[in-house]
């Protein structure tokens, strides 16, 4: 089993940044992949950054130049550094883990919003 408990989100400005973090705990050794998605009300979820063991990181185009996902393994801790928000970009944004055994894991999530 792994847990996952997202920080970080909170209200900005257009223009402004923000720092998610996602601690990681319990069998962390078998992560393989880490990743950020986000859904906005009445959309479905959706792939944000995704970081895989030894991989390069994956962007969805929206992302892509700024957002950033970077993970630190002595903190057991992954990041997405957002800068550049829109209000396009308010959200709740999930950290998602999976595992080499396929199974897949969840934080409670954190709400992003971008608003003047």
């Known amino acids: 089993q792994v847990q996952l408990v997202e920080s970080g989100g909170g209200l900005v400005q257009p223009g402004g940044s923000l720092r998610l973090s996602c601690a990681a705990s319990g069998n962390i050794f078998s992560i393989n992949t880490m990743a950020w998605y986000r859904q906005a009300p009445g959309k479905q979820r959706e792939l944000v950054a995704a970081?895989?063991?030894?991989?390069?990181?994956n962007y969805a185009d929206s992302a892509k130049g700024r957002f950033t996902i970077s993970r630190d393994n002595a903190k057991n801790t992954v990041y997405l550094q957002m800068s550049s928000l829109k209000p396009e970009d308010t959200a709740v944004y999930y950290c998602y883990a999976a595992d080499r055994f396929a199974n897949s894991y969840w934080g409670q999530g954190t709400q992003v919003t971008v608003s003047s």
């Open positions: 970081k895989t063991n030894g991989g390069s990181p």
